[in-house]
């Protein structure tokens, strides 16, 4: 009985010996194949990477370089002229002490012409002429012997209705030219500056040195005069750089105008520079 069970457990050892063999051949292959197989995939992935020869687009990080201004020093150069100057704007006034207490003004009404009128005296001697009102303009202008022949062309020889600077001892400047326009023409006039005094309702004043403005000449064609004989100077009461309002240390212009109905009636209401009308003013 023993002798059998041991030849049993031989022959047992011998079947379960040939399934190790066999076991481990195909463990052994398996592993050999897997090894292969890896090596072909990474000499593959190696080849493809040789093989890529595709340009790549790298696009540069953008630098930023301060920007430095350069200034260049300019050299100021000065070129004597020997013809007047031609601008648009006034010319500069000394400075003078503001005038504090408002000016208001009687106006007349001219029923003709449809406008108002004050009053203005020129110079010294004084040289009374009646100024006419614009509403648009900021100048003070009033024919002269400028605007004569031989001076210039821009009126008509008038003996009566001007201002003559060379008979005021108060006027002085360097007869700067500059532009303006009027009724659809472009007068070409000159400064001077001068004393002007105003009549007011309870002063009168006095401005010293007033830049005033003489037309000379025009650029409109023909035998015909710019300036009617009847129009001997203008007041603009526009506040834009306006060279009477800027005298006053409250610059608004109060205006209480009055158109009359009676033929006979020439009252124009009131102006006032540097204050307002009180009297005009409706206390609801």
Not at 78 to 93: D, F
Not at 177 to 182: A, D, S
Not at 242 to 267: C, E, H, K, W
Request: glycine fraction near 6%.
């Amino acid at each position: 009985m023993n002798t059998f069970s041991f030849r049993l457990h031989i022959r047992q050892l011998k079947r379960y010996h040939n399934l190790l063999i066999f076991f481990t051949i195909f463990l052994t292959y398996n592993l050999i194949t897997r090894i292969n197989n890896n090596y072909v995939v990474n000499d593959n992935i190696h080849q493809n990477w040789k093989r890529d020869t595709t340009p790549v687009t790298t696009f540069p990080t953008p630098t930023t370089t301060p920007f430095t201004p350069i200034t260049t020093p300019s050299t100021p150069t000065t070129t004597p002229s020997t013809t007047p100057s031609t601008s648009t704007t006034t010319p500069s006034t000394p400075t003078i002490t503001p005038i504090t207490t408002p000016l208001k003004i009687y106006l007349t009404f001219d029923q003709s012409v449809t406008n108002w009128f004050f009053e203005i005296d020129f110079g010294t001697p004084l040289q009374p002429l009646n100024i006419s009102i614009s509403f648009t303009s900021n100048l003070l202008w009033v024919a002269s012997e400028f605007c004569m022949s031989p001076l210039g062309d821009a009126c008509n020889v008038r003996t009566t209705n001007l201002y003559n600077s060379s008979q005021s001892e108060t006027a002085s400047g360097n007869y700067e030219e500059f532009t303006f326009p009027f009724m659809g023409v472009e007068l070409i006039a000159v400064w001077v500056n001068d004393t002007a005094s105003i009549a007011g309702a309870v002063q009168n004043q006095t401005f010293y040195q007033l830049p005033i403005g003489l037309p000379k000449d025009s650029n409109r064609s023909g035998t015909n005069a710019s300036i009617p004989d009847s129009t001997i100077g203008i007041i603009g009461i526009n506040p834009y750089q306006n060279y009477i309002l800027n005298r006053f240390s409250n610059q608004i212009v109060g205006i209480a105008f009055y158109t009359p109905t009676d033929p006979g009636d020439s009252d124009g209401g009131t102006l006032t520079f540097g204050g307002v009308d009180i009297d005009y003013i409706i206390d609801w």
